[in-house]
């Protein structure tokens, strides 16, 4: 079902801090920023691997609003691992095989993720305290 690690998210106060030091730590790039006003971030991609599955990313994210899902955990927890993501070819068919194997998922629909993709959160409770989200890239993604 999965295709390769999409990308891992980091919860981070301000993007303009972590930039840099991702981009000095390991020569990363940015290859894409935006604002999505229903997960309450603002993100940054930097491209970690391009290969025959897809692209894989690091996820800088901070928040827009103090109730947001990442705005809330940099308050509970501080700075880190916010989830992970895996790739699928085809979304609906991995949400539909989730529901009946049993596993809690955020969004039982996809909705809008980073450039066009479809993405849907699972639950980390069943899966070992990790915030898990599907990504189906959109085409040429
Ligand atoms: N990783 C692991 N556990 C997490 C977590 C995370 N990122 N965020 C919250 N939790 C845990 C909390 O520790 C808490 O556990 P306990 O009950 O044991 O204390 C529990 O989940 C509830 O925490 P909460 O702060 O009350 O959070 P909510 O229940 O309101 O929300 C969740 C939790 C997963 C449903 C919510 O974060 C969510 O909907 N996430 C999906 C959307 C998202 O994260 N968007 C931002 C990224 C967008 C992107 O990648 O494009
Ligand atoms: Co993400």
Redesign the pocket.
């Known amino acids: 079902m999965l295709t390769r690690i999409d990308?891992v998210?980091i919860?981070v106060a301000s993007l303009a801090e972590a930039i840099p030091r991702y981009e000095e730590a390991f020569g990363l790039k940015v290859v894409h920023q935006e604002d999505?006003d229903r997960?309450?971030?603002r993100?940054a991609m930097l491209l970690v691997h391009s290969g025959e599955a897809g692209n894989s990313y690091v996820?800088l994210?901070e928040p827009l609003r103090e109730d947001?899902?990442?705005g809330?955990?940099l308050a509970?927890?501080g700075p880190g691992i916010?989830?992970i993501?895996y790739g699928v070819a085809d979304i609906d068919s991995a949400l539909a095989a989730l529901t009946t194997t049993g596993f809690d998922l955020?969004?039982s629909t996809p909705v809008h993720?980073?450039a066009g993709s479809r993405?849907a959160?699972v639950?980390?409770?069943g899966l070992g305290?990790?915030?898990t989200?599907l990504v189906e890239a959109a085409e040429g993604h």
């Open positions: 990308h998210g919860a999505n997960q309450g971030v993100e996820q994210l947001s899902p990442v809330k955990f509970k927890r916010h989830h993501a955020v969004n993720g980073t993405i959160f639950h980390p409770k305290g990790v915030l989200e």
